[in-house]
Every structure is written in C-alpha cells, then in structure tokens.
C-alpha cells in the first residue's frame, strides 16, 4: 500500500515536471531532442575546435550556446540556428585580424592589394570630406578620374567607422576598414536565409542548410574575410535584399505590396550596382526570367506593377548619381541591361 502511493507521488512529480516544460516553458519533446542533438554536436565541436579560435572563444562555447538554449525554451529554434551559423562564421573570419597590423606603424592594414585603394580613399573622404576627383597614385602620370566608381564603399566604410566609433574609441578607421567585410557578411546571410525561405515555401531546413552551406563556401569564405575589403563583401548584402524583396514583390497579391516591394528592390539593385560592377547581371537574370514569364503568358498586370517599378527606380538612381557609366544609350544598348529595358 506504501509503495503505491509513493509510486503515485513520483508519477504526479513526472507529470508536473513535464507539464512545467511543456505549458510554462513550451520545451515539447520533438524541441527536447533537438536540442539534445545541439547540446552533443556543440560538445564534440568544443572539444575538437576549441583550441583554433584566436578570437571569439568566449562567444562561441559560452554566450552563443546561453542564446541558443534560451532560444529554444522561446520555441524559436530557427532563430537559434540562424544565430550559430552567422555567429560561429562570422567569428571564423575575424581569426586572421593579430596578422593585419603593419610592424611599421602598428595600425592594421588589409590583406588585399586592391583593398589598400578603398583604405586610402576611406582616409581621403575623413580628412576632406569627399573623394578625391583625380587618384594621382593610379596612371601615372595621368593619374586616374574615375574615382566615381568607389566612392560609395570608401564613404560606406567612413560612416562605418563614425557610428562604431560612438560605442568605443578602440575603433579605428583602419580597424573598421578591415572588419566591416565579416559585418557585411553576416548582414547578407539574413536576406539570403529569407530568399530562400521565400523561394522554398517559407521551409525553413532548406533555408537554414542553404545558409550554412553559403557560409563555409570556400570562395565567399575568402571574398568576406578580415583584411579582404573589397566591393564584393558590402555588394551582396543589397543582391540578396534585391532578390529577396523582388520575390516579395512577385509573389504579392496586392498591388500596392507588389509596388512597395518592388521599388525596395530597385533601391537595393541600385546599390549593387554602385558598389559592384557584376551587378549589371541582376539585370540580366530579372530581365531573361520575365521574358520568359512573357512567353509562357503567365505575365499579368500585378507582375507589370513589380517588374516596372523594379526597373524604373533602379535605372533612375543609376542614371541620376552613376552618369559616368548609366545614360540612356550604354542602357538600350548594353548586353546585360538592353533585356531587362525590352
């Protein structure tokens, strides 16, 4: 008799355990494995990574698992994986920053010989407060004139190091030039986990797997490296708003969204284009894919409204700031944006 009613004791404990995880914290049993699972791989990565890290180590074993575990009692465990797969990659590419300091001057450099060129065009826009008209270390003895073309990445990072620069002053216009790609990195790996969810149904494992597959690729590994500050870094976080809020705009059922969003898009492909000069083939995949909707006659009014505004703001901030490059005759006749124009 004793015995059952300790034993009912136990069970009414059990089930008040279970009912506290499942009710006040919403920790149900298919969350519980996953984030079992979690808690095993992390173990296993601590134990054979933990010695790699120069930088970062802290975040990586101990503030980025806190978040992760009470992620997952929020019943957000997306948002927990997301967090890793930026953290831990964006951590990765901060490893080589002891190597980027000039023994000479004791300031940290970039590891990129065209980087250099953006690091001196940075330092010429806080001294004078733009760029400079003729770059007379390019071209000698002519110098170079069109400095026009990295004007928006130098005065980027500027700005970059002025808002940094509040929060501690350890922050250098060097240091800021050299770090901003891993920022502009993890920035592009939100609109490209988006873009995929959108593409995909709104499925979330296709998202997450495409971002952590983006993230260790070994090509944009390198492109978003510290000390790697080049256009590319800073040009795909707009590609990938661009994609994204174009896919928005496309799949809208309203109107007014379509336009919203389309003219995003446009701002966004803008950008990309003032940053990067492979931004032109933007034009080129939209432009094929809606002559293609066009010839399949699955072109209706809505897709007009988001494929119009698209085009007509991102020409027109080109042609009004970029007139070096964009004017209405390389537009009509270029090969990359005469389609997209058609």
Do not use: C
Not at 72 to 90: E, Q, R, V
Not at 110 to 125: C, G, N, V
Not at 183 to 202: P, Q
């Amino acid at each position: 008799m004793g015995d059952d009613v300790i034993n009912s004791e136990v069970e009414q404990r059990k089930e008040r355990f279970k009912s506290f995880f499942k009710d006040k914290i919403g920790l149900e049993n298919k969350n519980l494995i996953y984030l079992g699972v979690y808690l095993v791989i992390f173990i296993l990565f601590y134990f054979q990574f933990k010695d790699s890290f120069r930088l970062g180590k802290n975040f990586v074993f101990l503030i980025l698992p806190i978040i992760t575990i009470i992620l997952f009692l929020l019943k957000k465990p997306t948002l927990a994986l997301l967090i890793n797969i930026i953290g831990i990659s964006f951590i990765i590419r901060l490893q080589n920053l002891p190597f980027l300091i000039d023994v000479t001057t004791g300031k940290y450099i970039p590891a990129d010989p065209d980087a250099m060129a953006f690091l001196r065009y940075a330092q010429y826009i806080l001294e004078h407060g733009k760029i400079m008209a003729v770059d007379t270390l390019r071209y000698y003895p002519y110098g170079f004139p069109g400095t026009a073309e990295f004007s928006f990445l130098a005065n980027f990072i500027v700005y970059l190091y002025k808002l940094l620069s509040i929060f501690s002053s350890t922050f250098t216009l060097e240091l800021v030039d050299i770090i901003y790609p891993p920022i502009a990195f993890a920035i592009s790996l939100i609109f490209f986990f988006l873009l995929v969810k959108k593409l995909f149904n709104n499925n979330n494992n296709i998202a997450l797997l495409s971002t952590a597959f983006l993230a260790i690729l070994p090509s944009y590994l390198f492109r978003t490296l510290t000390g790697i500050s080049d256009k590319e870094a800073l040009a795909t976080v707009f590609m990938f708003a661009a994609f994204y809020f174009y896919v928005e705009s496309w799949m809208s059922k309203d109107n007014f969204k379509a336009i919203l969003y389309g003219v995003i898009a446009g701002i966004s492909t803008a950008l990309t284009n003032l940053i990067w000069g492979g931004g032109v083939f933007m034009f080129l995949a939209l432009g094929i894919f809606a002559l293609i909707e066009i010839l399949l006659n699955k072109f209706n009014k809505k897709d007009f409204y988001s494929y119009t505004s698209w085009i007509i703001v991102s020409l027109i901030i080109l042609m009004f700031i970029f007139t070096q490059k964009y004017n209405l005759g390389t537009i009509l006749l270029s090969s990359t944006t005469a389609i997209a124009s058609f």
